[in-house]
């Protein structure tokens, strides 16, 4: 009995398992699905766990491995300060080339102007040529560029500022030591011979004293200096305070001054006598200058000064005594052209103050050479002659036989 119950406790319970499964298994399904997935995603990466797994020794595996940190990469220094200077060329390059100069690069050079004395005559130098003032050229900015002022007009170089040169490096003044000089002023001289006066009211500012003429009529031209020079013989005492004296043969002459000459202390001076150069004159002539031989200098004198105080004015010095004139500075811009040299005695033709001309400023630097090349004109081929190049298929003539005699 207990059997048949089990029996049929087995074929009812049997079914009834299966169908629960079967409504377990549909409702199990979809959620099935996404855990799959999962595992198939976890899949590559629990592959090298599992491999460190089996690299690791079995007592090792089971302890957790620490994660390690990285050191940090110590930069080198000169490979950054390279890097910087680069980086820093490169900047200026780029600032370079926007700040690009297009301006002139030539530079303007003013054409020489004459040299004037204190009368506005051009100088001559000891040869007798005309002496001129060096060109002026026009400054450079510090990159080296030609300099113009806010107008837009160049700015050429003075005494004291002269600019720049081509590479942007300040021109500095060069210091030279100037020469010494010896000032010599004669006011209100007189010119003896033989203490007879030949020439009164001298005056004369010297800059710089070199050679004093004395000429005298049947004695010669007596160059006198206070330093030795060439052909020159040595007179003691010769400057004495406010005198000169020189001997020659038995001739004595003074040039005398209400100032000093060279100091109170009596001085030597060295004389030479040139009997060959002789004054259309009757009279003495004083002169002075810078020349040992002849053509001398015989500058005019200038006007005396008013005398102030209780003094009696003397009456006129004869014509013939009086030396002449200095002639009046010519205005500021004009010059008196040079004229052939006059000689005392002579008559002067007038020079009348005129305006210095002004000459064509130059260019300087690559472009004016450019420019200059341009303007060249090429030469011109010569043309060959017919008889140098003959004829293409011509045929040259023979010459004709000689007549038999």
């Not at 298994?25 to 592959?47: K, Y």
Request: aromatic share 4%.
């Amino acid at each position: 009995m207990r059997i048949d119950g089990s029996l049929r406790l087995l074929l009812v319970g049997i079914p009834m398992l299966m169908v629960v499964q079967v409504l377990a298994a549909q409702d199990a399904t979809p959620a099935a699905a996404p855990a799959a997935a999962t595992v198939q995603d976890a899949t590559p990466a629990a592959a090298p766990a599992a491999a460190t797994a089996q690299a690791v020794p079995a007592p090792q595996a089971a302890t957790t491995a620490a994660p390690q940190v990285a050191a940090p990469v110590k930069a080198d220094p000169k490979a950054a300060k390279a890097q910087a200077a680069e980086e820093k060329k490169e900047k200026k390059a780029e600032e370079a080339k926007k700040k690009i100069y297009t301006g002139p690069n030539t530079v303007i050079v003013l054409a020489p102007t004459p040299m004037l004395d204190e009368i506005g005559t051009q100088r001559l130098d000891p040869d007798g040529q005309p002496m001129f003032n060096p060109a002026v050229r026009q400054q450079r900015d510090k990159k080296g560029h030609p300099l113009f002022d806010d107008k837009g007009k160049p700015v050429f170089q003075t005494a004291t500022e002269l600019g720049y040169d081509e590479k942007g490096k300040k021109i500095h003044l060069s210091k030279v030591k100037p020469p010494k000089m010896t000032p010599v002023t004669i006011a209100r001289g007189t010119f003896t011979v033989d203490g007879m006066i030949g020439k009164a009211e001298l005056n004369y500012t010297i800059p710089d004293f070199k050679y004093m003429y004395l000429y005298a009529p049947g004695i010669g031209t007596l160059v006198v200096s206070n330093e030795p020079f060439a052909g020159a013989t040595l007179q003691k005492n010769a400057f004495n305070d406010k005198t000169l004296t020189i001997t020659t043969g038995d001739h004595h002459l003074q040039v005398a001054s209400d100032n000093n000459l060279l100091g109170k202390k009596p001085l030597p001076a060295y004389v030479l006598l040139d009997r060959t150069f002789v004054l259309p004159t009757p009279y003495p002539v004083v002169g002075y200058g810078g020349l040992t031989k002849a053509p001398y200098v015989w500058p005019g004198s200038h006007e005396n000064a008013e005398l102030k105080g209780a003094f009696v004015k003397p009456p006129p010095i004869p014509v013939n005594l009086q030396p002449v004139l200095l002639l009046t500075p010519c205005p500021a811009g004009q010059m008196r052209r040079a004229a052939p040299p006059v000689l005392p005695g002579e008559k002067a033709p007038p020079q009348p103050c005129v305006v210095i001309p002004k000459g064509s400023a130059t260019l300087s630097g690559p472009a004016a050479k450019k420019q200059v090349a341009a303007q060249t004109p090429a030469a011109a081929p010569v043309p060959a002659t017919a008889e140098a190049v003959p004829a293409p298929n011509a045929v040259t003539p023979s010459p004709a036989p000689a007549p038999q005699q």
